[in-house]
């Protein structure tokens, strides 16, 4: 193998908030934080370097243009999909409407900043 992904970041305009949201989403806790207001999170046991990416969210003023040309997928891993919607929603997910014809087996979702993230109908182990 030469390289495996060991971190993603998303520039965001709030970090604490963006970093509460995903940390709850995939069970990771914060790592750590940078001078310039960025937040590490990731698998609590593992951390960075371990068998999962990180996510670094970093703060940005820029305003986003356009769709996002990369986005997360995301597949429960102790629930149903259906369950594991009501709980994503809760959390703070809303539906995206990117033009699905409704026989989909996944949910297009956003984080509270907008970015566009899938929830798949596949039951995961846990890592």
Not at 25 to 38: A, F, H, K, N, P
Not at 46 to 64: C, E, I, K, N, Y
Request: include cysteine; proline fraction near 8%; hydrophobic fraction near 40%.
């Amino acid at each position: 193998m030469a390289c495996r992904i060991s971190e993603l970041v998303i520039d965001c305009v709030d970090p604490d908030g963006l970093a509460a949201f995903w940390s709850e989403v995939l069970g990771y806790v914060e790592l750590g934080r940078e001078d310039d207001g960025s937040i590490e999170i990731g698998p609590p046991d593992a951390g960075f370097g371990g068998p999962l990416p990180t996510l670094v969210l970093s703060p940005s003023r820029d305003p986003r243009a356009g769709k996002l040309r990369l986005h997360i997928d995301v597949n429960a891993t102790d629930r149903d999909q259906d369950a594991e919607l009501e709980r994503l929603l809760a959390l703070g997910a809303r539906p995206v409407d990117i033009g699905q014809s409704g026989t989909e087996d996944w949910h297009v979702l956003a984080d509270p900043e907008g970015n566009e993230f899938c929830l798949l109908r596949a039951r995961l182990r846990p890592v």
